[in-house]
């Protein structure tokens, strides 16, 4: 089952680059662009985790999350603070107010993604999806292990992201646009061909006990996680 992110955003740009990403890492998805639109939204249909602006026209992040803590049926929801506000005394205030994990913009989505996560690991651990297997291959993204039929892999931390964003998405075809996105972040620059050279090495450390390799080239368009075919 896939978790249900809330992000409660008023920057349309914003809201949709999130949107973007998040539903690209297999979470379903919904926007809100101001407080009162979320707690409607929130009513009809409760989310995992929200993303929480804090300057939401209408009503404020803030009073979003203080009344989100305030009812017994979502005193429990996780939230995390977007803001632009970095001053230790608003981290302060985000938190004391109720906000699980606080986030100031500009951030890295692999930094989300990764926050995300951790919460959802921390609160609703049935969602967080620590520990997945998919043919032979088992990825726990805790203790960061990878086994294939029973063997140990021994993976870079790239190599690692790599290997969790096909798992993520087997069968998918992914070009090397996409996965410099999605392994690396679209906030840093690397060289298009460097995916080749992380992919040879995930092929390399899955080359195990002469099983076929999981990783296909798919001419002229990218790399795609095919275990049926390995």
């Known amino acids: 089952m896939q978790p249900y992110i809330l992000v409660m955003e008023d920057e349309d740009a914003l809201s949709t680059l999130l949107q973007y990403n998040l539903e690209k890492e297999g979470y379903d998805v919904a926007v809100a662009a101001d407080g009162e639109e979320g707690l409607v ?4 249909r409760m989310p995992d985790i929200v993303l929480l602006d804090w300057m939401l026209p209408k009503v404020s992040g803030i009073e979003v999350c203080r009344r989100l803590r305030g ?3 979502t005193r429990n929801l996780p939230i995390i603070m977007l803001t632009a506000r970095g001053e230790e005394s608003d981290r302060v205030r985000g938190l004391d107010t109720g906000a699980d994990d606080y ?3 500009p951030f890295s989505m692999v930094e989300l993604i990764a926050r995300i996560r ?3 690991r921390r609160i609703r651990p049935g969602l967080a999806e620590d520990r997945v297997g998919h043919g032979d291959i088992i990825i726990d993204r805790v203790a960061h292990r990878v086994r294939r039929a029973g063997t140990e892999v021994h993976l870079g931390p790239t190599e690692f992201r790599l290997l969790d964003h096909f798992m993520r998405h087997p069968g998918r075809v992914f070009s090397r646009e996409q ?4 392994v690396w972040g679209s906030d840093v620059y690397v060289e298009a061909r ?3 050279v992380h992919v040879g090495r995930l092929r390399k450390a899955l080359d195990v006990g ?3 390799n999981p990783i296909r080239t798919v001419r002229s368009a990218g790399y795609s ?3 049926e075919h390995s």
């Open 41 to 44: 939204q929130i009513d009809e």
């Open 71 to 73: 009812r017994p049926e």
């Open 103 to 105: 986030l100031t913009k």
């Open 118 to 120: 951790a919460v959802l």
């Open 179 to 182: 996965l410099l996105d999605a």
């Open 194 to 196: 460097t995916v080749d």
């Open 210 to 212: 002469g099983s076929a």
């Open 225 to 227: 996680l095919d275990l």
